[in-house]
């Protein structure tokens, strides 16, 4: 068992604190001034995963964190690049698709945002 430092328990309370998908760098901005570096940030983030206490996801090819066993869905914008986050509540229309059960999943939409096909 990984011992609890005090740098883990700083990091600890400012995890808590999120209440949305982060990034690392998210994260790092939070505890920078009481001495953690990005380094440990990630070494952090990276022994969560392996328990299974965070869950990540892919968005704009970097990895983004989240505490709830969620979805992850965005639309980019082909013109822009500008990436909206949106929230799909079901799956039903694959269940039959799918041998087995849907415990989260990432949606990635690209296409031209209403503001650009005017």
């Known amino acids: 068992m990984a011992r609890q430092t005090k740098q883990k ?10 209440k949305t ?11 920078k001034n009481k001495g ?4 440990t940030v990630y ?3 990276n022994e969560l ?9 892919e968005c704009n090819r ?3 964190y989240s505490q709830e066993k ?14 909206t986050h949106f929230v799909i509540d079901s799956l039903d229309f694959l269940k039959d ?13 690209k296409g031209i945002c209403k503001k650009c096909s005017k």
């Open 9 to 18: 328990a700083i990091l600890d309370v400012e995890l808590k604190k999120i």
């Open 21 to 31: 998908f982060f990034f690392a760098e998210e994260l790092y901005e939070q505890v």
């Open 36 to 39: 953690i570096g990005i380094a």
């Open 43 to 45: 070494r952090y983030l």
């Open 49 to 57: 995963k392996e328990k299974k206490h965070i869950h990540t996801y």
């Open 62 to 64: 970097k990895q983004v």
């Open 70 to 83: 969620t979805s992850h869905c965005h639309f980019t914008c082909e013109e822009t690049g500008q990436v």
């Open 97 to 109: 698709k799918i041998p087995g059960s849907i415990t989260s999943f990432q949606i990635e939409i």
